[in-house]
């Protein structure tokens, strides 16, 4: 009995389910996720408030009761505000997909078996099942921070429905892509990697996977910093405020972790590096010892030790340069840059926190 062909595998080429189903809409992707972030918003509480009324004053109110102590353009740049973070958030799948292709053709030459290499590492990216369970997570957990309406028509439990799977599945998709990218590195740090020699690349050619991790907390920080910036606009339970603080504290810890493996292998060959130079200085001191120049010494002695002294002074530049290779594939600035937003996003939810407890509470 013969075996079945075995199915390639899957790289980041393929879209996602969750970037299928949108572009299942026959509009432009761009657009489509618009149109869902703009259902699963106010203009779609607005349009179920309309439905269900029938009359206009009525179904404003119901979207907006907070219009007679709001200014109208504050509720409007709110629902506007809302209905933009989420076009970002679900046109943000595609773009972290196509991010991870792009870096393709920098990580396939240090993989021993190349593109399968690649596409073994990263072709969990198309799992449904965690995105799935993170987005149930999300939606368990929107639901028990959300608030509780007084009486919910069947639209409005339609209305809610399409908020939660927009809002969970399109976070959790992020959310997924972003872990799928950094654990990917995690994995990169793990395997025999073909090092480019420290002559032609100081980060041996592992600049691309720094510039990845990079990129993608950037990116995951940018967006809880939407949030975050949202969350000081107006009073926040405890839980929703902890959430916060998690993901921050989340976004340091997968930039870190995920490196460890290639700060590991940068570490060892600069110490391998170090070790070769220091075996090679041992013996051109015992050669020039060996045969010190003589009072009468001939011209090819002479140009021997001119020639020692050169690769001596060649050797001392290349020891100089060794010693300031770097260890981890990003440059200095970064971990600063990083550790001045996490900082900033902490005392800001906290300083939110502390508005709440000793002015807002009754």
Not at 1 to 9: A, E, I, N, S, V
Not at 101 to 111: K, N, Q, T
Not at 338 to 359: K, S
């Amino acid at each position: 009995m013969t075996r079945g062909r075995q199915r390639p595998l899957e790289g980041p080429e393929r879209p996602t389910f969750i970037e299928r189903a949108i572009s299942a809409i026959p509009l432009p992707y761009a657009v489509s996720c618009f149109l869902l972030a703009a259902l699963a918003q106010t203009p779609g509480l607005f349009l179920v408030n309309l439905v269900d009324t029938g009359d206009l004053d009525r179904a404003v109110q119901a979207t907006f009761p907070e219009i007679a102590t709001v200014p109208p353009t504050f509720l409007a740049f709110g629902a506007a505000f809302g209905v933009g973070f989420y076009t970002l958030l679900l046109y943000l799948i595609r773009y972290s997909r196509q991010g991870l292709l792009s870096s393709r053709d920098d990580i396939v030459p240090l993989l021993p078996d190349g593109e399968s290499g690649f596409r073994r590492i990263y072709g969990i990216l198309h799992a449904p099942v965690p995105i799935l369970a993170i987005a149930a997570l999300l939606a368990a957990f929107f639901l028990f921070i959300g608030t509780r309406a007084a009486v919910l028509t069947p639209l409005h439990i339609l209305f809610i429905a399409i908020q939660l799977a927009v809002v969970s599945l399109g976070t959790g998709t992020v959310l997924w892509s972003f872990a799928v990218t950094l654990w990917g590195l995690r994995r990169l740090g793990k395997e025999p990697l073909r090092l480019r020699p420290y002559t032609e690349d100081p980060m041996l050619g592992l600049r691309p996977l720094g510039t990845m991790s990079v990129s993608a907390t950037m990116v995951y920080f940018g967006m809880v910093a939407v949030v975050v910036v949202v969350s000081l606009l107006s009073p926040q339970s405890p839980a929703y405020l902890s959430f916060l603080l998690a993901l921050l504290v989340l976004g340091v810890l997968m930039f870190v972790l995920p490196l460890l493996g290639i700060h590991q292998k940068m570490l060892e060959e600069k110490r391998k590096v170090e070790r070769a130079l220091a075996e090679q200085a041992t013996r051109e001191w015992k050669a020039m010892e060996v045969a010190p120049p003589t009072a009468d010494a001939s011209l090819a002695e002479l140009r021997g030790l001119v020639v020692s002294l050169r690769e001596f002074v060649a050797h001392e530049r290349a020891e100089r340069k060794v010693a300031s290779l770097p260890t981890w594939p990003f440059d200095p600035q970064v971990t600063g840059r990083i550790a001045a937003i996490t900082l900033t996003g902490v005392i800001a939810v906290l300083g939110r926190a502390a508005v709440d407890y000793f002015l807002v509470r009754p």
